[in-house]
């Protein structure tokens, strides 16, 4: 029977193949460590949808605990191998091991008595946001001659960002809402991860910057070095 949530749950676990079909059909302009970071992300959150869809709920609780630690784990080494910033790269790296710590505890004290742990992927938001946050502090202080659109890693970051702040609120709330809720409200998480894909898509298209070449002279001596008379 066609249902909405069916069409999206459907389009949804497939919008994961758009990136993995990018990278390969791109593959020789995607050797950077986060587009790969990214694919290995898209591989592994396809095989989980679909196991998911086949599993009771008792070990539907532990394949979604482990990917919350999984995703958090790939979403911030995207993020960090993007940063320049020491303290906010220190900052990632401290926060990181007492979230897994705490995911971890999450997981044995629930047990399975839920599907999903609202908690943990709470705080996993939170942190990413904030990661995110980062990203977008430093290109905003560092000057920049091209559109930050144009860079293959403001897509991946969006696509971390739009995602995680778009099902906040639903993951947030849903050890409040009881299946029937759940399962009417949960078409947010589609939309959001189909979104998130399409984002994870185009950072993979669009062709990586050169390098900086040591030996070119900053833009402003460029422009501000006198010019002397023949």
Known sequence: MFT??????????????????????????????????????????????LLITQLDQEFRFTFLSVFTIVEYSLFSLAIYL?????????????????????????????????????ISITVEY???????????????????????????????????LIYSTGTFFLFMQSSNLNNEEWNRWLIINYIFTIIKNVF??????????PPDDPFKPPYDELFDKPITPL
């Open 4 to 49: 909405i949530k069916a069409f999206f749950l459907n389009i949804s676990v497939a919008s994961h193949l758009l990136p993995l079909l990018l990278f390969f059909i791109f593959y020789n302009r995607n050797k950077k460590n986060d587009v790969r970071v990214i694919f290995f992300y898209c591989v592994y959150s396809f095989v989980n949808d």
């Open 82 to 118: 993007n940063l320049k910033n020491t303290l906010f790269r220190k900052i990632m790296l401290w926060a990181s091991p007492p979230f897994v710590a705490f995911s971890i505890f999450q997981f044995f004290s629930s047990g399975s008595q839920s599907d999903i742990d609202s």
């Open 126 to 160: 939170i942190l990413l946001i904030i990661y995110c946050l980062f990203f977008f502090f430093e290109e905003l202080n560092e000057p920049n001659t091209t559109f930050i659109y144009s860079s293959h890693r403001f897509w991946i970051v969006v696509g971390i």
């Open 200 to 209: 994870f898509g185009i950072a993979i298209v669009i062709r990586p910057s």
